[in-house]
């Protein structure tokens, strides 16, 4: 469980499908590399579909520098390198790059086009979603009730929230000129099976927002 994507089968089957395919399109040879990677979940999940094992490159690779556990039990670990992105592009050389949920302000995206990789597919949040209904805080000030990644309901300031929630996937709200050389292309079929963690949130309340936020799976494709 990430703090804002709920990670489903049918999602990681999705994305698994659409990269297999890209990776035999662009007759890749070289690992598909996830940075930004946490512990390497999605990574994992992503192997475990069994769609990489007859192709070249051996699958997807995880990387992050810091490592973040906050969303799994201690005790779980997988395959990861800790080294930051720009290293493991120059190291692995890769033809497509996975990133999802950027941290804000961090553009891992200037490395990928740097290298000038084949493509480069983001996940997070596009559009803005309403902060969540507020209830009587501490002194008088906004708060806000918030379900967290641990399954409970959380108090917390409107800084506290825009702290966690507002970095949606911070190169995907940059404008698209901002991808110099690359097309970008949203990916219906992946997106359709993503879920944000609001989704359900919103369903179980029976109150869907009038603007959400919308998760989408974006590719950049290097022009010829």
Request: hydrophobic share 35%; with cysteine; charged share 25%.
């Amino acid at each position: 469980l990430h703090f804002a994507e709920i990670l489903t089968a049918e999602g990681v089957r999705a994305l698994a499908s659409y990269l297999a395919a890209r990776h035999v399109q662009l007759k890749s040879s070289r690992p598909i590399i996830e940075v930004g990677a946490g512990l390497g979940r999605l990574t994992h999940l992503l192997n475990a579909t069994g769609l990489f094992d007859s192709l070249p490159g051996g699958g997807l690779l995880a990387s992050d520098p810091q490592p973040d556990d906050q969303c799994e039990p201690h005790s779980i670990r997988f395959p990861l390198e800790q080294i930051d992105a720009a290293t493991a592009i120059q190291r692995y050389r890769p033809d497509i790059v996975l990133c999802s949920w950027m941290e804000f302000g961090a553009d891992f995206s200037s490395d990928f086009r740097k290298a000038r990789v084949a493509e480069y597919v983001l996940i997070g949040e596009l559009g803005k979603r309403p902060p969540p209904r507020s209830c009587p805080g501490p002194a008088g000030q906004d708060s806000f009730e918030v379900l967290g990644g641990d399954g409970r309901r959380h108090v917390m300031t409107r800084e506290q929230h825009t702290a966690l929630v507002g970095t949606c996937c911070y190169a995907l709200s940059l404008p698209v000129e901002h991808h110099s050389g690359y097309e970008r292309v949203l990916l219906p079929d992946v997106s359709s099976e993503l879920l944000h963690i609001h989704d359900v949130q919103d369903a179980e309340e029976g109150c869907p927002q009038d603007e959400p936020g919308i998760l989408v799976a974006v590719s950049f494709r290097r022009r010829k």
